[in-house]
């Protein structure tokens, strides 16, 4: 994930056309598609008046911005899923910090307790009410996500929102007073009607739909029959490594959380 990235939230100078640029038109990236398949991010022809300043790519600045794409020559909106693989990924994952800075900005132009009108404050990422001096920082929602293991399978299911015949971990919010594990025990309780034990965390991974941090573990399974809840997870079931259903792509921490189960289930 965006190797060489490094956040920032005051630029050293001002922006300038040879930085990195990530403009949006709504939540799509602007992008220049390449023959082969490619594509990289639109540039603007003169430097937008209104930016924010993400951090440094590799010593390079970057920036987001809002933009029409018939304003800029060439490019073409995207949704960001669409546009992983076409797009370098270092590129992508700041894309993924852009979208998130640019609709906070966007959704916190008035106070949500006065109505007045904000404004941005110098030295952090926040919008400030100019009437109460209530303070708004980009929101994170934290969620978790687990492979949970039984002898040599693992549980993958089948969400409402999936495509048909497509099966991931399990995941979910985390609500307020809750740890990271009671959340997790508590989702695979609800969805799939499991226990689990010996949670272990895994990595974490920022991920832009539209605003989330994956928090992932492995477990294992302690008891219970799988009763997929029917209203978000319509099926569930525990699969070995050579008889594996369509599973997400190398995009996600939840295809990292299946590629390292498989790689701990080969024979050493």
């Known amino acids: 994930m965006s190797s060489g990235f490094i956040h920032g939230i005051e630029p050293s100078a001002p922006p300038s056309l040879d930085a990195h640029w990530f403009l949006f038109e709504g939540r799509e990236l602007l992008v220049i598609e390449a023959s082969g ?13 209104e930016a924010h300043y993400l951090g440094q790519l590799e010593g390079r600045a970057c920036f987001a ?23 370098p990924e270092a590129l992508w994952w700041v894309a993924g910090t852009a979208v998130q800075i ?13 109505g007045a009108p904000t404004a941005r404050a110098p030295g952090e ?13 980009p ?12 002898g040599d399978e693992a549980l993958l299911a089948r969400a409402r929102a999936f495509a048909r015949d497509f099966y991931s971990t399990l995941a979910g919010f985390v609500e307020p007073g809750e740890t990271l594990e009671e959340a997790l025990a508590r ?21 832009p ?3 989330s941090l994956m928090v992932g573990f492995t477990a294992e399974w302690a008891s219970g029959e799988i009763r997929a809840d029917g209203r978000e997870i319509l ?15 190398r995009l996600s921490i939840s295809r990292r959380l299946i590629d390292w189960w498989i790689e701990q289930a080969r024979p050493s």
């Open 37 to 49: 398949g490619g594509a990289a991010p639109a540039r603007p022809s003169q430097v937008p008046e």
């Open 65 to 87: 911005a809002r933009a029409a794409a018939s304003e800029v020559d060439g490019a073409v909106p995207m949704n960001l899923r669409a546009v992983w693989g076409p797009l």
């Open 102 to 114: 640019l609709e906070w900005d966007r959704t916190h132009r008035f106070c949500g307790a006065c």
């Open 125 to 137: 990422r926040a919008r400030r009410c100019e009437a109460c001096r209530l303070s708004f920082y």
């Open 139 to 150: 929101r994170v929602s934290p969620a978790v996500i687990c492979i949970v293991r039984r």
């Open 187 to 207: 989702e695979i309780r609800e969805e799939v009607g499991l226990e689990i034990q010996n949670a272990r965390y895994f990595g974490s991974q920022p991920w």
């Open 209 to 211: 739909f539209p605003h």
């Open 235 to 249: 099926d569930a079931q525990w699969f070995r490594p050579d008889a594996l259903p369509n599973i997400p792509p």
